[in-house]
């Protein structure tokens, strides 16, 4: 599975949107992209995946370059209860589908 | 969905002793996942489960830790002979046969 680059953390005002950014410039053309978050002491969460158009749900958008060797999380509103660390995971659609996790970015919304 | 849940929340035991955790994944789910969360840092695979076969185990799982799935349902992991070491948010995820896994809220686990 391809690596990932997070920054470590990244602030954003109650109401506003939050952008995180993940690069993944080794990804192959089978790789999915998928976004997972950790409020704190709780388990990983599945918020978004895609492969290579945009995609949108009730939680976030997923904005994936046309080259796909980066991406951009985006939850339009953000809430303080959005603080939590959001991991980038870049995998395969066959095998396992063991998640190899990074240090993830850690946002933190302030009032 | 009545979610995975993992049991106990919370275990505080002694240098030496055994403990074994407890993961009731989503019932139609075929596919297990243990990790392993240290402070600081994302979860680490340890091992995975398809129905009741395990088909990987990552080098993290020494010959201290041991996990089944006896009846393709709920997974117990467990550990031996425990170390300060292993003091760690123990996780268990589900899926079905696609990679988005949901995960429980894991077992905190305490070695004094």
């Known amino acids: 599975d391809a690596k990932t680059t997070q920054p470590p953390s990244m602030d954003c005002a109650e109401g506003r949107a939050a952008n995180l950014p993940c690069n993944h410039s080794t990804i192959s053309g089978n790789e999915y992209v998928y976004w997972y978050r950790q409020i704190h002491s709780q388990g990983p969460q599945y918020i978004i995946h895609?492969?290579?158009n945009n995609e949108t749900n009730e939680m976030a958008s997923l904005i994936i370059t046309e080259d796909r060797k980066s991406s951009t999380l985006i939850l339009p509103h953000a809430t303080l209860r959005d603080t939590a660390v959001y991991y980038c995971i870049v995998r395969g659609d066959t095998g396992g589908f063991k998640t190899i996790f990074g240090a993830g970015t850690r946002l933190f919304v302030k009032a | 969905d009545t979610g995975v849940s993992q049991n106990p929340r919370h275990k505080i035991t002694k240098r030496g002793q055994n403990v074994t955790f407890r993961c009731d994944p989503i019932s139609e789910h075929n596919r297990l996942y243990w990790y392993r969360q240290t402070l600081g840092q994302g979860p680490e695979f340890l091992t995975y489960f398809q129905n009741e076969a395990q088909l990987e185990k990552s080098r993290l799982l020494s010959d201290r830790f041991s996990a089944e799935r006896p009846k393709g349902s709920f997974s117990t992991l467990e550990i031996q002979r425990t170390e300060q070491g292993d003091s760690a948010m123990y996780l268990c995820?589900?899926?079905?046969?696609?990679?988005?896994?949901?995960f429980g809220p894991g077992t905190r686990l305490t070695v004094l």
């Open positions: 995820a589900s899926s079905l046969s696609i990679p988005k896994q949901f």
């Open positions: 895609g492969l290579k």
